[in-house]
């Protein structure tokens, strides 16, 4: 993206050289490291994203950016030797995915959740189940309240009958 990056173009919370080698970023800073400069549909598909999801809510095993594309390795996806160069996407998702079917890594890595494109299937998905759990719950606090007034109709019923 730019070709004046430096070390302080992400670490920028260096105190005093030399620095503690091995120093990380957790999961969240390091998403938020790179989406300070990489925004857009990128930034949105990975927040969007099981990964980015996941990330967002605390896993510090779900993948992040640094996961699949490097973190001092960065490539285009044109030069043969990036992790994320189609023939290599395979093996860069297998550093985390050890089980992964061959057809696992097919696919489109950055999309938008739309009704049409790439992004379809996801979309229906994503819908599918977001409807799926609003119906379920509503059933649940419907069973809820017929159950309720079952019960007290059941204690008053007794309560007359005393």
């Given amino acids: 993206m730019h070709s004046f990056l430096s070390c302080t173009s992400c670490h920028t919370n ?14 969240k ?3 938020a490291t790179c989406t300070s400069c990489h925004k857009g549909l990128v930034s ?32 285009g996806p044109d030069d043969p ?14 550093s985390c995915h050890s089980q992964a079917s061959p057809g696992f890594s097919e696919g489109q890595e950055h999309f938008e959740l739309t009704a ?31 159950q309720l007034y079952h019960n007290l109709r059941t204690i008053l019923r007794e309560r007359k009958g005393r």
């Fill in 81 to 94: 030797a990036s992790k994320v160069a189609k023939p290599n996407i395979p093996q860069t998702c297998a």
């Fill in 116 to 146: 049409t494109g790439s992004g379809a299937p996801m979309y229906y998905t994503a819908n599918f189940f977001v409807w799926l759990t609003l119906i379920t719950i509503t059933a649940l606090v419907i069973h809820i309240e017929i």
């Fill in 29 to 31: 800073e390091s998403v």
């Fill in 44 to 75: 949105d598909s990975y927040a969007k994203s099981f990964h980015g999801k996941a990330v967002h809510l605390g896993s510090e095993k779900s993948a992040t950016c640094i996961n699949c594309h490097g973190a001092h390795d960065i490539l």
């Fill in 14 to 27: 260096i105190e005093g050289f030399p620095h503690p080698v091995g120093a990380s970023f957790n999961k």
